[in-house]
């Protein structure tokens, strides 16, 4: 985050605007709408802004900027814009209230500038800004038309009818954590639907039912807790589902494993509190078991437990034994199936799990190594017109490897790595069986990958299409 995004009260506090042009009179407007008192300096100034500044009582100087002039200007001022077309005047401006420790923005110049104005979708009280930092405003413009057309025309309305609520729910629902259920209840349910139909009337009857429902359960009812057992892909956060995301905003504590980007990790509540139980080869920050029963803990103490798993938690995510733990415990739960790795790095690597010409079936295997060995049924492994994939497989490489070898796979079958695959990092180290190992160890693969063997693999030559970065 190259910039803190924050929201400034100027509400009849003083403004400047250096400029008198179109540009000018874009900002000018903008401050107005914010309830500032406006103060433009400048030679001339366009109709537009003059008419602006007539209805806004506004101060005006037709004077060229020098520094005795700025050093006025600054006196008292919040914040200060410069909207010339004079590269002169516009670094005297920012050199000025740099040193004078005023917010300034130079229009299109992020370098002269303390602060961006970024692009607004205004549904006051409710407000959403955006900024690509200056790099790109064309972008900025393209996420404010996506925001117009998803944010409904009258939420406006709504956050108006919640803020009329604030005061007497914090008074009748003391306890924090209560208080914040029946705002999450009151917001997902039938409320926002009526009021965006119009229908206040009703959507206050409904609040009013809800309530006094609260005050009659007061004391009586406690906090009934769930679980949300999500899979959250291989590691792009595009991937994740939309539901997944809506309970990532739901949680109130999140168990996490290792293999959950940062990507990721950055879309959760703010609030939510997170605890690492990610585990590794021959190392497991927290047993399985204690998860198990950590979730059960959780969910009694009234809270919205989420449990992101990397991949899919019902493919080599133990998420069964978990869930059954839950329903042992008469927990509710839900689960949000993810794209497994073993999809989402064939497919970013260009590589088809299936291919009538090619292979015909796929079989999802784990790799882990027990006592110097990978337990598989190895004849079964080496039948033509099949594709195998690997979780958790590059500590039994050179095992597996030789065992198919040994129980009659062609030494020429291609193989592939895929090291953070749909990420950022992804690499992919393409070689035949019989090299694979040694290849591996040269080119310093780390964990975690996936591990794809079969004819399929010669598609990627063609099929390649993810660059990552």
């Known amino acids: 985050m190259n910039q803190l995004p924050i929201f400034l009260n100027i509400k009849d506090r003083k403004c400047v605007v250096v400029g008198g042009g179109k540009v000018a009179f874009r900002k000018a407007s903008l401050l107005c709408r914010a309830g500032a008192k406006l103060h433009v300096i400048a030679e001339s100034i366009c109709t537009e802004l003059q008419n602006l500044c007539d209805v806004n009582d506004a101060v005006v100087e037709r004077q060229p900027v020098s520094p005795e002039i700025l050093g006025k200007l600054l006196k008292d001022a919040v914040l200060i814009i410069a909207a010339t077309d004079a590269p002169s005047v516009n670094e005297a401006v920012s050199q000025a209230a740099t040193k004078s420790g005023v917010p300034v923005n130079v229009v299109d110049q992020p370098e002269l500038s303390s602060f961006l104005m970024p692009s607004i979708v205004d549904r006051s009280p409710v407000l959403i800004a955006i900024s690509s930092g200056g790099s790109s405003p064309i972008l900025t413009r393209k996420l404010k038309e996506l925001n117009e057309i998803m944010i409904p025309a009258r939420i406006d309305k709504l956050a108006e009818l919640l803020a009329s609520y604030r005061q007497r729910v914090k008074d009748q629902i003391s306890d924090f954590s209560q208080r914040v259920l029946f705002w999450e209840d009151l917001i997902e349910g039938d409320v926002p639907e009526l ?238 069986l019989s090299t694979m190992s040694d290849r591996a160890a040269a080119e310093k693969i780390k964990a975690p990958t996936i591990i794809i063997i079969g004819e399929v693999v010669r598609l990627r030559d063609s099929l390649s299409w993810y660059k990552g970065g």
């Open 195 to 432: 009021v965006y139909a119009g229908n206040e009337a009703e959507a206050v009857d409904r609040i009013e039912q809800r309530l006094k429902e609260a005050n009659s359960k007061a004391g009586t009812e406690k906090r009934q807790g769930e679980v949300y057992l999500v899979g959250a892909g291989p590691g792009d956060p595009d991937l994740l589902t939309l539901r997944a995301l809506r309970l990532m905003h739901k949680a109130d504590v999140v168990l996490y494993d290792r293999l959950v980007s940062e990507e990721i990790m950055r879309k959760l509540r703010p609030d939510a509190e997170r605890i690492n139980v990610g585990k590794e080869r021959a190392k497991h920050l927290v047993e399985q078991e204690t998860i198990n029963q950590m979730l059960v803990r959780l969910a009694r103490e009234g809270k919205k437990v989420l449990r992101l798993k990397g991949g899919d938690p019902f493919i080599f995510g133990r998420g069964g034994e978990e869930i059954e733990t839950l329903s042992q415990a008469g927990i509710p739960f839900q689960i949000v199936p993810g794209i497994t790795a073993a999809s989402g790095c064939a497919a970013y690597a260009g590589i088809p799990l299936t291919h009538r010409d090619y292979s015909q079936s796929v079989r999802f295997l784990t790799g882990h190594v027990r006592d110097g060995n990978v337990l598989l049924d190895w004849d079964l492994l080496v039948k033509e017109q099949q594709t195998l994939v690997f979780y958790m497989g590059l500590s039994g490489l050179n095992i597996i490897c030789q065992e198919l070898l040994a129980h009659g796979m062609k030494g020429s079958t291609p193989c592939a790595i895929i090291q953070q695959g749909t990420t950022r990092n992804q690499k992919v180290v393409v070689a035949e």
